[in-house]
Each structure stands twice: as structure tokens, then as C-alpha cells.
């Protein structure tokens, strides 16, 4: 079993679902195991399997509430809002977890911006359940979305001291948003090193960089082995693809650039479908590519992709495409599908190989902003978010992503378009008409109302709140308050600053 999960938690769900379905098969009235076989086999779309997995599980979770709540978190991470809910909503009835199944129930709700029915929901809770953490941890999230975030702080400080780990965590991350959104920027700063040095511990955090660092010094190398003639000669097989009824376009950056913001405009034409941060390209084309490069290659990613079959190419294509239609949930008027994963600026070689006709969308945003905003934002630890660890392992972890975005751009030969935040912020018509332009669709007035849109969708990204507001501009030259801290880092941030425009 630990096998299972440690290639579960380091990005191997093929070899994942193989250790899940045997400890399975020896086990088969595990509730637990079988919800973590559905989790995976969602990610390689398995879906005969995952269903059956979760069937299974759900069964099971009718003898026990512990495992009906497993059953509708699971729901949740599968990204089925609805089925958590109606789980929820089942388990409200059963006295032994009644207020977890509450506390579930308001967190999907908030996540909808239905913060009116997430505050019913809390307001059911009895009084003798209200000092529990999690409730405490809830009200102070609802709080923060109703920007009352004196009493925020309060639930807040009575939380960072707590037994349990990850409700420290969280509770520290939220304190720190809502110390910065009252002024207390240095108390904030001393907030966020506390919990990161915490974090940084955790053998989790230890397996995330692993990675991490694996898959940067394969790009790394396979970029400093790259060449501008070769490149460009991928671009042009572009001609030879077959032809397709949609086309997709890749939303890419530094995170906490405005990519979010920007998905949302493009999200709400319905010639869009809109895939929010999902491992598609990692699943079916960065993983057996760098899976191929280490047992054939020796780790040199650029032999492999000068040398990959045109067959190979069309197969990843399709079995991209295949995985994105299933997230997508694709209706049949989409023109244009969207993949918004800003990790894949990092990856941008075999983005380029693989699909030598996709339209690159580059979200730009004041760098300084950038990692102030990503040091600060609260997101489940991942072997890119482990490098916000440290506010010089997050400038290092811009220089060597957005480094990468200006070498191919310097090359040329592809199809792009960079969009300043700071420019969206400023006349959202304006910006939003440039994008879509090039992509070669129609602008409408009402896309820059991107908060009405939201509240008719679920958002995935850890900015979902953000969104569902009004566009705003309070985060712009926000890293003026922590100038000190990033005076350390003003020269490897330096040059970024000028090559964007942000002198």
C-alpha cells in the first residue's frame, strides 16, 4: 500500500491504479482503497473503472457514515460538486457525523460563491460544536469572503496553536490573507515563514521536490540542448496534422499572473471549453515522454523529441484530446478548447512538438506581484507549489519558468499573444478583445462581468474567490509592502522586470 501512494503522490497514477487494483483485489471491502483506485483512474480515464471502483465504495459507505464522508470527499477531489453535496446532504440526518457532513456541505457552497447558503448551513451547526476547528476554520474562511476580517483574525489566532497539523496550516495561510488585507503586512510575513518552515518538514514536501527537481533538470537540460532551426521545424510540421473541428489553445505564465482572471473571460463564450489546471499534458505527454527519455535516452529529453515518429506525435495527440474532452465535458459548438495550466511553461518544447498548431496564450504580470502573491496563496502542496516554500526558492522558481517563456519567444515561429494582468485590470474590453481576436473569435460586452459568470460554475483554481469578484486593483503594486523582503532578490528579478515592461 505505501507503494500505492507514494505513486499516487508523485505522479505515477498509471503505476498507481496497478498497486490499487491488486491491494484491492486482496482486500476487495476496503472502502478506503477503492476510493483511492477511482481518484486514479480518473486521471489516466479509466472510467469503467473509476465508476466501478466508486460504486463499490459507495455500497460500502452505506454501513458506515465515516466512509460515506471518505466517499464524498473523494467526490470532491474528483471534481463531482454534485454527488459531494447529495452525499452531505444524506449524512446531515446521522447524528455521528452531522457536523462534519455540515462543514462539507458550507465548503462546497462557499467554493460555488453561494455564500449565502453556506452561511445557513454553518448557522445549523449546534452551539456545543462551534469551538471544533474545522467549524471555527470554516466561519473565519467565510468571513475572509465577506472581507470581515477582524473576525476572521480572531477564529483565526485560536487555530495556528492547534493539535492538528493541517488545520494549522491552513488556518496560518488564511490569518496571513487577512493581516495583509488589514495592513499588518510584517505580523503576515512572520505568519507565512512560521508555517512554511513547518511545511517544510513534512515528508510529503520531501517527495514534491523530488519530483520537481527530476522533471527541472530534465527541461533545463533539454532547453540548453535545444536549438532555434530545429524548433521551427517542428512548427512546420504543422501542416501535416489532420484536421480537427476544434482546436486548442494553451493559457500559460507564472502562476498568480492572471491566468485565472483571463480563463474566466475566455471560459464564458460558448465557442470555449475550458479545461481549469487539470493533468492532461502531463498524463499523456510530458510523463511518457520523460518516462521514455530516463530508460532510453538518458534523461535527454531534446534527443527524444528531435527524434519522435510523427505516429508517436499523432497518438499523444489523441489521447490528449481524448482526456480533454472527458474534463471538458465537451457539447459540440466549442471552437477553441482551452487547457490553463500555467505549469506547462516550463514544458514548452514538447508543447511545441507534440502541438506545433496550438495558440499560446502568456499571462504577464509585474514579477515582483507575482512572488509576493504566489508565496502567499494557500494551494495543496505539489511539486511545483513546494518551491513557495522559501521566498528565494519562489523568485528562483519565476526566473527559471518565465527564463524559459523568453528564450522560445526570442525564437519565434509559433502562434502567441501576451496579456498583461495590470492591462485586464485597467479596461478588461480592451484586453479581452485583443485575446480574442487572436484566437478568432468574437468579443462580447458582458464577458468583462466575469464574476456573474462564476457564479454559475464551480472554479478549481485556488483563486476561485478572487474571480467571483468584480474586477479589482488593490493587487496591483502590492509587493511595495514587502519591499524589504524582496530586496534580496531585486537583482535575479531585475532583468524580468524590464523585458515585461514593469520599469
Known amino acids: 500500500m505505501t507503494q500505492a ?4 503522490n508523485t505522479n505515477q497514477p498509471r503505476l498507481a491504479v496497478e498497486l490499487f487494483s491488486e491491494a484491492s483485489s486482496r482486500d476487495p471491502q476496503d472502502p478506503f482503497i477503492l476510493l483511492e483506485l477511482a481518484k486514479c483512474s480518473r486521471r489516466i480515464q479509466q472510467v469503467d473503472r473509476m465508476r466501478s471502483a466508486l460504486d463499490r465504495a459507495k455500497r460500502l459507505a452505506k454501513r458506515d457514515p465515516v466512509v460515506s464522508l471518505a466517499y464524498a470527499k473523494a467526490c470532491e477531489q474528483m471534481r463531482d460538486l454534485d454527488e459531494a453535496r447529495a452525499t452531505y446532504e444524506r449524512l446531515l440526518k446521522q447524528r455521528r457525523c452531522r457536523v462534519a457532513a455540515q462543514v462539507g456541505l458550507a465548503s462546497i457552497y462557499e467554493r460555488l460563491n453561494q455564500l449565502d447558503k453556506s452561511q445557513a448551513v454553518m448557522s445549523e451547526i449546534a452551539f456545543s460544536a462551534q469551538r471544533q476547528p474545522a467549524v471555527r476554520l470554516m466561519q473565519a474562511q467565510l468571513f475572509s469572503r465577506l472581507a470581515e476580517y477582524e473576525k476572521a483574525e480572531r477564529l483565526l489566532r485560536s487555530l495556528v496553536n492547534c493539535k492538528d497539523k493541517k488545520t494549522v496550516h491552513n488556518a496560518s495561510y488564511l490569518l ?3 493581516l495583509d488585507k488589514q495592513g499588518g503586512w510584517n505580523e503576515a510575513m512572520e505568519v507565512l515563514h512560521r508555517v512554511k518552515r513547518s511545511q517544510s518538514q513534512s515528508q510529503e514536501t520531501a517527495i514534491a521536490l523530488r519530483g520537481f527537481r527530476a522533471a527541472r533538470d530534465m527541461a533545463v537540460r533539454a532547453l540548453g540542448d535545444a536549438s532555434a532551426d530545429d524548433v521551427h521545424a517542428w512548427l512546420k510540421s504543422a501542416s501535416q496534422l489532420p484536421e480537427r473541428q476544434h482546436r486548442v489553445s494553451f493559457l500559460l505564465g507564472h502562476p498568480r499572473s492572471g491566468t485565472t482572471l483571463l480563463e474566466q473571460v475566455l471560459a464564458a463564450h460558448d465557442e470555449v471549453g475550458d479545461a481549469d489546471e487539470t493533468g492532461c499534458f502531463h498524463d499523456t505527454v510530458w510523463f511518457p515522454l520523460s518516462m521514455e527519455a530516463g530508460r532510453e535516452y538518458d534523461n535527454q529529453l531534446y534527443r527524444l523529441l528531435v527524434d519522435l515518429p510523427v505516429d508517436t506525435t499523432h497518438s499523444m ?6 482526456h480533454l474532452q472527458f474534463e471538458i465535458g465537451v457539447s459540440g459548438h466549442e471552437r477553441i478548447w482551452l487547457d ?3 505549469a506547462l511553461t516550463l514544458q514548452l518544447l514538447p508543447v511545441l512538438r507534440v502541438f506545433p498548431d496550438a495558440k499560446l496564450i502568456v499571462a504577464l504580470r509585474d514579477p515582483r506581484d507575482v512572488c509576493i502573491s504566489a508565496y502567499m496563496q494557500r494551494v495543496e502542496l505539489t511539486n511545483w507549489s513546494a518551491n513557495w516554500l522559501t521566498l528565494e526558492s519562489t523568485v528562483e522558481m ?4 518565465m527564463d ?3 528564450r522560445l ?8 499573444i501576451e496579456v498583461r494582468y495590470e492591462d485586464c485590470v485597467d479596461d478588461l474590453s480592451v484586453a479581452g478583445r485583443r485575446v480574442f481576436d487572436f484566437l478568432g473569435i468574437e468579443w462580447r460586452d458582458d464577458l468583462r462581468h466575469t464574476h456573474r459568470h462564476v457564479e454559475t460554475k464551480a472554479v478549481f483554481s485556488p483563486t476561485y474567490g478572487d474571480v467571483s469578484k468584480p474586477v479589482y486593483n488593490s493587487s496591483i503594486g502590492r509587493w511595495r509592502n514587502y519591499a524589504n523582503q524582496l530586496e534580496p532578490f531585486k537583482d535575479r528579478l531585475e532583468p524580468f522586470v524590464k523585458a515585461f515592461g514593469y520599469v
Open 176 to 178: 496571513a490573507s487577512c
Open 404 to 406: 524559459n517563456w523568453l
Open 398 to 401: 519565476y526566473v527559471l519558468a
Open 409 to 416: 519567444r526570442d525564437w519565434g515561429g509559433f502562434e502567441s
Open 5 to 8: 501512494f507514494v505513486a499516487a
Open 340 to 342: 490553463k495550466n500555467p
Open 317 to 322: 495527440r489523441d489521447d490528449y484530446f481524448r
